[in-house]
Nanobody, 118 residues
Framework: QVQLVESGGGLVQPGGSLNLSCAAS????????MGWHRQAPGKERELVAR???????DYNDSVKGRFTISRDNAKNTIFLQMNSLRPRDTAVYYC????????????WGQGTQVTVSF
């Protein structure tokens, strides 16, 4: 069974930075993509950033230039460096891993709260 454990969330003032990490454990084969999604109160979950095994990276337009996703393949760990944080970035951030076959290999972490406020 695959488990994803996130860490690094917390409270930060606008303009500040946080670094999230997500470590995957268990029997993991054929990883396709790992990424971060977020869900704010009353809103749908949305993609923040994702990194494919082949190296391609996607970002939500709202975080481009401020957030950077990276990956340690050897440790099945991903990171999200978040700079210039804004109150609208406040949400629960979830780690996601998809492996092949995609129809049965979609895993989520428990989520970590990020709050941007004075």
């Amino acid at each position: 069974q695959v488990q994803l454990v996130e860490s690094g969330g917390g409270l930060v003032q606008p303009g500040g930075s946080l670094n999230l990490s997500c470590a995957a454990s268990g029997i993991i084969n054929n990883v396709y993509v790992m990424g971060w999604h977020r869900q704010a109160p009353g809103k749908e979950r949305e993609l923040v950033a994702r990194i494919f095994t082949g190296g391609n990276i996607d970002y939500n337009d709202s975080v481009k230039g401020r957030f950077t996703i990276s990956r340690d393949n050897a440790k099945n760990t991903i990171f999200l460096q978040m700079n210039s944080l804004r109150p609208r970035d406040t949400a629960v951030y979830y780690c996601n891993l998809k492996a092949i076959p995609l129809w049965k290999s979609n895993y989520w972490g428990q989520g970590t709260q990020v709050t941007v406020s004075f």
